[in-house]
């Protein structure tokens, strides 16, 4: 145990040689402390794969979210039981900046109480690229936290969204800690849209310098201060522009009615608000072709739902059966990959996303 360290051994616990433990001794107190770790860490080393390379569905950014007390709020009661109430505006929320974030869902909960609430959040499965649960935690001194350092994603592109402070003090830098949501009306998430888009609209290099510089302030009333003067500047420096002078001579086509001249006091949109513009647009068109296609989505949806239904044994022999059997080849009933002579019309699944994939650019 007191070896020194291979390639794989310092990949696994995130170390480079001048970082790990040196010495005989401090190596084996290191390796027989990790025989904790399944308890510790979290269940994979990288929780999240590579980057998609495809430009359509490439994000430059990642934007992590947790679930209570942010999107949703749940409450208990004798008379009613749980009942989950869900934050204004998070629909829009999610759809919008899922143009420029690849959002990952991360909440301490288990998957088998936060999946049916992710079923309705994000139905059609746009807006999450990835989701992680408790398993993807870590705990340290007792505590749960949020080790991005697991992520596989360069941290200087990742913002997070959470209201417990001690979930991502491991990396506070990254994260944005908003007041946890009570129930009432509010547009606190709808707020925080200019913020966040801006970041990925002007490639900023480094979030973390910028979120430090907001930290402890409320970003939605700060940013609008922010980029009021921004455009009180541009307004400025346009009047001084010659251009922006009214004309003396409106020309011949403008004496004719074919081309009136554009008013003096006309500003030109700011590089953000041209951009803001053209994302909005973008969310409008994907807004009507999913009202559009509902129908069609939600007998996808079925399939897919009735497919997995077909997958689970009906009895304790049809599952020891299963189990001789192995798991089926691609290509073969009840395998959920087609295989390579197979087409989308294989699997529900497959058509689902297939038909997904039709929306033009906007995912």
Known sequence: MGREWNEAELKERKLIPETAPQGRWERTKARYMGIFDYFTKPAWTELLPPPHPHPLYHRDYTLIIDLDDL???????????????????????????????????????????????????????MYFTYRLYRESTRSTSGHIVKD??????????????????????????????????????????????????????????DVRPILQAYSGK????????KEAAEKQRHIEEWNKNPKSAPRKNPGIAAMFGIAPPQPASDVPLTYLEQKRR?????????RDWLLKNKDDLEKLREQDRQAMMGEVPQNLWEMMDRMKAGAPKPG?????????????????????????HTVPLLI
């Open 148 to 205: 991005l350092s697991y992520l596989n994603r360069d941290l200087s592109k990742v913002v997070v969204l959470e209201t417990e402070p001690d979930y991502v003090s491991l990396h506070p830098e990254n994260a944005i800690i908003i007041p946890k949501w009570d129930g009432s009306v509010d547009r606190g998430l709808v707020g925080l849209i200019p913020f966040l888009e801006s970041l990925a609209i002007y490639k900023v290099p």
């Open 332 to 356: 073969e009933a009840g395998s959920t990959v087609a295989g390579p002579a197979g087409s989308a019309d294989d699997d529900p699944r497959r058509r689902r996303v297939a038909y997904l």
């Open 71 to 125: 999107l949703i709020k749940s409450t208990w009661d004798r008379q009613h039981g749980y009942r989950t109430a869900k934050r204004p505006g998070v629909d829009y929320f999610l759809a919008y900046l899922s143009q420029f974030y690849e959002i990952v869902l991360f909440t301490t909960q288990n998957s088998y109480t936060a999946e049916p609430i992710l079923e309705n959040l994000d139905r059609y499965g």
């Open 278 to 286: 053209e994302f909005q647009q973008k969310y409008l068109e994907e």
């Open 218 to 225: 409320d970003i939605p009333v700060e940013y609008a201060k």
